[in-house]
């Protein structure tokens, strides 16, 4: 189990934002413009409030000294207020005022436990006993998947960078380090449901480095901008580590496709990230695609891939924000095959990959002042059919620190 999520859960609840923010969308279609927040912050508050309501949530923010009536279309959204950036787990949402950088921490923490295929649980005597597999037929393999995954944690570091050469674009690499855990049990022999033992394979390492661009969309009602990404294979596709055969033996053997470290291969980025804010409520919205550019040295490919994810934020104050988002995630099969990945587990079949994910957010951003800012963000999934059997997702966790300057 992991502690963190576990305490983490309960806690995000109580940060649950409003829902009554979502009513107050309509605020958006005010013909009154977006109050722009300024970094430099030299210019009076915005005061272009319609009604009394507004007029109090203006004169609270510019109280604060953090809303500055910058213009229209005069400077990016990432700004010295907690809802300037969106939740902590998407990537590249803010562009930064020219020559401005940052620098960011993230920790992430992923639990997967028990099985699905398609949307269905399925229990590990089940795949054990009923469940092709492919490699059935070459010698010593059994004809179902005698080796079965039941757990996996996952944790990230990502050190990140952003620099803004002009205020229409800014520059972002990210720098991720992995390590993954995964709990199994073997059953014995080649047919029956007697467990012959369990075994856990840990890897850990640098994962794929990406470099993007965030570049402007000038529009008459919010902030938007293209990006582009660039993954490096960076990250190891040949890691080992001992496993528990249904034969009894212990041999160190090449690890399935999900505890791999990189994806092997260059993988392109596009997408599209937009952004308004009205008083206290924010909304936005963000397309993302993964696009593997053929095939790493191991002869195969990760599924492309594709997320779309939209978000509302409120903020208490200006220093303090809540977000509420739903991500949808959708990834292809692998193509291809590594010949050194062959076990008689769900891991090791590259139609046994991706799937679709549709996930529920809560975070919290916080604005501490000098650039600083703290924020978290927990995930569940609300539904996710997978092409299994294959490791559901329980919950994920994301907690970090950025500076910008
Ligand atoms: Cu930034």
Request: proline share 7%; aromatic share 6%; glycine share 10%.
């Amino acid at each position: 189990m992991n502690p963190i999520l576990n305490a983490a859960a309960p806690a995000a609840f109580l940060l649950c934002l409003p829902l009554s923010a979502l009513a107050c969308e309509a605020h958006l279609a005010h013909a009154d413009g977006l109050a722009h927040d300024g970094h430099a912050a030299h210019a009076p508050a915005a005061q272009r409030a319609a009604d009394p309501a507004d007029a109090r949530t203006a004169a609270l923010f510019a109280a604060a000294g953090a809303e500055a009536d910058a213009g229209p279309g005069a400077e990016p959204h990432a700004s010295a207020r907690a809802d300037g950036h969106a939740p902590l787990g998407v990537m590249g949402d803010h562009r930064h005022a020219a020559g401005e950088f940052m620098l960011s921490y993230r920790y992430m923490a992923m639990r997967m436990a028990g099985n699905r295929d398609g949307d269905e649980r399925i229990d590990a005597d089940t795949i054990a006993t009923t469940v092709p597999n492919r490699f059935a037929g070459m010698p010593g393999m059994p004809p179902t998947l005698r080796v079965v995954p039941l757990d996996m944690d996952m944790e990230m570091h990502m050190l990140g960078a952003m620099y803004a050469p002009s205020d229409a674009l800014t520059l972002m690499a990210m720098l991720p380090w992995l390590r993954k855990e995964m709990a199994h049990r073997t059953y014995q022999g080649g047919m029956g449901d007697t467990v012959l033992g369990t075994f856990v394979t840990e890897v850990e390492g640098l994962g794929d480095i990406k470099l993007g661009g965030l570049y402007e969309v000038p529009l008459v009602q919010g902030n938007a901008h293209f990006n582009l990404g660039l993954s490096l294979p960076t990250g190891s596709i040949e890691e080992e580590d001992q496993v528990l055969t249904p034969m009894n033996m212990r041999p160190t053997l090449r690890l399935p496709y999900p505890m791999q470290l990189g994806s092997g291969t260059y993988d392109l980025q596009p997408g599209f990230t937009w952004f308004d804010r009205k008083g206290q409520v924010g909304l936005g919205a963000q397309y993302q695609a993964t696009i593997r550019l053929g095939r790493n040295d191991a002869d195969y490919r990760l599924g492309h891939a594709q997320t779309l994810t939209a978000w509302t934020s409120w903020a208490f104050d200006p220093q303090v924000s809540s977000s509420l988002r739903l991500r949808y995630h959708e990834q292809g099969r692998i193509k291809g095959q590594d010949r050194r990945i062959m076990a008689p587990v769900q891991t090791a079949d590259p139609d046994r990959q991706g799937g679709e994910w549709l996930d529920l957010g809560l975070g919290m951003n916080v604005a501490l002042g000098g650039g600083h800012r703290l924020a978290a963000e927990l995930l569940w999934p609300l539904h996710q059919d997978l092409n299994g059997p294959q490791m559901e997702t329980d919950q994920t966790l994301i907690v970090g620190w950025q500076y910008a300057h």
